[in-house]
T-cell receptor, first 114, second 113 residues
Framework: RKEVEQDPGPFNVPEGATVAFNCTYS??????FFWYRQDCRKEPKLLMS???SGNEDGRFTAQLNRASQYISLLIRDSKLSDSATYLC???????????????FGRGTQLTVWP | ETGVTQTPRHLVMGMTNKKSLKCEQH?????MYWYKQSAKKPLELMFV???????ENNSVPSRFSPECPNSSHLFLHLHTLQPEDSALYLC????????????FGPGTRLTVT
């Protein structure tokens, strides 16, 4: 079973639309959660961390449901520049380790069209 | 952004060649990572270094050999690679600690012919 599962999409939406991505993770001991964005042929870049209480950064809202082991990302008022692949990332700590290890989903591809 | 740099950005090598990938981080982080990203697959963690000590090696073939001479530099030495090793190789760094994000370099796109 994969550690992190995402719907690969693609999602094709018009400018101004609201789009939501979902992600599930398999290990209940996972400690921290992130959404990364990866543009075509570029490196992943941190979009936002995901906190238990949910958090918002401008047009982006992230939610975490620990009981269901589910993470979501909501993008409101989509822009052309939001077109990218969105990676769901989970950090799992081994006992005695201070580093943890990031597990990446395959990513969800988003295309915003004019 | 120049937080994490990688050279070269593109590399084409034959199966009998020996080459090295270089990564440098200017963020004062204590941990560095090598990842492999192939088409249609999630990022695969290859190696982890913490304070210059290798703490994880994910069953990577011996034709990949990492080196971390100090906390700011990380190398990946390549020899006798196979065509299926063609991929984007990403370096990342992070501060040590229980809650951390990783910051990626731009990657080296490797083609093995």
């Amino acid at each position: 079973r994969k550690e992190v599962e995402q719907d690969p999409g693609p999602f094709n939406v018009p400018e101004g639309a609201t789009v939501a991505f979902n992600c599930t993770y398999s290990n209940s001991a996972s400690q921290s959660f992130f959404w990364y964005r990866q543009d075509c042929r570029k490196e992943p870049k941190l979009l936002m961390s995901v906190y238990s209480s949910g958090n918002e950064d401008g047009r982006f809202t992230a939610q975490l449901n620990r009981a269901s082991q589910y993470i979501s990302l909501l993008i409101r008022d989509s822009k052309l520049s939001d077109s990218a692949t969105y990676l769901c990332v989970v950090n799992l700590y081994d006992r005695g380790s201070t580093l943890g290890r990031l597990y990446f989903g395959r990513g969800t591809q988003l295309t915003v069209w004019p | 952004e120049t937080g994490v740099t990688q050279t070269p950005r593109h590399l084409v090598m034959g199966m009998t060649n020996k080459k090295s990938l270089k990564c440098e981080q200017h963020l004062g982080h204590n941990a560095m990572y090598w990842y492999k990203q192939s088409a249609k697959k999630p990022l695969e963690l290859m190696f982890v270094y913490s304070l210059e000590e290798r703490v994880e090696n994910n069953s990577v073939p011996s034709r990949f050999s990492p080196e971390c001479p100090n906390s700011s530099h990380l190398f990946l030495h390549l020899h006798t690679l196979q065509p299926e090793d063609s991929a984007l190789y990403l370096c990342a760094s992070s501060p040590s600690g229980l809650r951390h994000e990783q910051y990626f370099g731009p990657g080296t796109r490797l083609t093995v012919t």
